[in-house]
């Protein structure tokens, strides 16, 4: 099984810890997602402590987007490219929190549409109430690239964004959570070569561990939650999720 999406420098600070959990669980993969230069240099050096196991995105997430120069964005360039990094993101927008004014979240993202078209890499896309903006942009802007919708939470949308066939999409813990049957649903309809599931640790715990602090290794329950409502086995659920993230990570 993989992660798709989880964030390292966040899950406490016993990496080393946290990535033998996972594999110890049957995690062979995880991407672990900076938010800021700072942890997207980290997980680039995750790379490193954790061969073979740990892939790296780097960016800056939408709330972190306030006042990024120009400097900064060159910088981000620089980590994208590197060969140990092999997605960038998360971006996109996030008019919930709004940590960051939008007109900053705004070109910030596309500034990073820029980046992973000059280098050939996977968009990995956070947007929190701001669907319909976050779409648009993509639809504009993003023609040709391969994109990862993480945290999917849009499933009124799901059949406009397999219009793409480009586009992946994500599902973290909170589509155990018995509100969420819009959400399974959802991941009734993404064919299983798009499919992917993520824990986006240390936040969305799945079901029956909601609550705590989420670890890559609880990516399991949740790729269990959506087999069981795909009406699949696991092994074959979870073997598609791989490919999946090897299709699309490159891996």
């Known amino acids: 099984m993989i992660d798709s999406h989880t964030h390292l420098h966040l899950c406490g600070p016993d990496q080393a810890a946290t990535v033998a959990e996972a594999t ?23 790379v490193d402590r954790f061969p ?3 892939h790296a995105a780097v960016g800056i997430h939408p709330n972190e987007a306030g006042g990024v120069d120009d400097g900064a964005l060159a910088e981000l360039a620089e980590l994208a490219a590197d060969p140990r990094c092999a997605a960038v993101g998360e971006t996109g ?4 929190r709004q940590g960051a004014p939008a007109a900053d979240q705004e070109r910030v993202f596309l500034a990073h549409i820029a980046i992973a078209r000059a ?11 701001a669907e319909a903006e976050t779409l648009a942009i993509l639809d504009t802007h993003a023609a040709g690239l391969k994109v990862i919708l993480h945290c999917f939470s849009m499933p009124d949308r799901v059949g406009e964004c397999l219009a793409h066939p480009d586009w992946w999409i994500s599902f973290a813990g909170n589509v155990t959570y018995p509100a969420n049957a819009a959400l399974r649903d ?9 499919l992917l599931v993520e824990t986006d640790a240390p936040y969305l715990s799945p079901v029956p561990h909601r ?9 399991l329950d949740t790729a269990a939650a959506i087999a069981e409502h795909r009406r699949v086995p ?12 090897a299709a699309v ?3």
């Open 249 to 251: 990570l490159g891996w």
């Open 119 to 129: 280098v050939a890499k996977p968009l990995v896309i956070h947007t929190r109430a």
């Open 24 to 46: 110890a669980a049957g995690v062979g993969k995880l991407l672990t997602v900076g938010t800021n230069l700072e942890s997207s240099r980290d997980a680039l050096g995750a």
């Open 234 to 245: 696991i092994t074959a659920l979870t073997a598609g999720v791989e490919a999946a993230a």
């Open 52 to 54: 073979g196991v740990v």
């Open 186 to 194: 959802a991941a009734l309809a993404v064919p299983a070569e798009r």
């Open 93 to 96: 927008l996030d008019h919930y």
């Open 211 to 219: 609550g705590t602090p989420n670890t890559p290794a609880r990516v």
